[in-house]
């Protein structure tokens, strides 16, 4: 038997989450996701990088890199993270986690650059899909989009493989 760990109940976090899906939907009547956050929030950095460049992309000419409320929204995440590990006694600050290190070693520079590809690759197959994980997961799903409902099997699917990849190295 494991010890009570401070954490959140994963059920008020749901809960909580279909709220927060819900009143985002009745007051800006927009779903809760966060992929073209993240690609306003590249077309940001590229403009200071290479402004023409970014500017010339057709992504960019249809939605301006700028700061909006999915881009807030990203930040929120953040900093509820933050506050969720912190005040449920689950903020260690390590670099490499448990059971990678028990898994792959203590590698510091091999853990972030997996982290990297995997948030890149990540990051393409949400945009490939017109989606994110909250996008189809969340808001999609509450909607009965038969699209996001087969994106979240695949969600499921692809998780359940990685943890039997991960749990029987």
Not at 8 to 16: D, K, N, Q, R
Request: aromatic share 12%; with cysteine; hydrophobic share 50%.
């Amino acid at each position: 038997m494991q010890p009570e760990s401070g954490a959140w109940s994963p059920y008020l976090v749901g809960a909580l989450i279909g709220l927060l899906s819900m009143a985002t939907f009745y007051f800006s009547n927009k779903p809760l996701s966060v992929s073209t956050a993240y690609a306003r929030l590249a077309g940001m950095v590229g403009n200071l990088f290479a402004r023409g460049h970014t500017e010339n992309l057709k992504f960019y000419q249809d939605k301006k890199p700028k700061i909006e409320w999915g881009v807030m929204l990203v930040f929120g995440m953040l900093l509820g993270a933050f506050i969720a590990a912190a005040t449920g006694g689950e903020f260690t600050g390590a670099w490499v986690p448990a059971l990678w290190e028990q898994r792959v070693g203590p590698d510091v520079a091999l853990r972030l650059g997996v982290a990297f590809v995997g948030g890149a690759v990540l990051a393409y197959g949400a945009r490939l899909a017109g989606g994110c994980t909250s996008g189809h997961g969340i808001s999609g799903a509450l909607q009965l989009s038969v699209s996001s409902w087969i994106a979240l099997v695949c969600f499921f699917v692809a998780a359940v493989a990685t943890a039997h990849l991960l749990y029987r190295l």
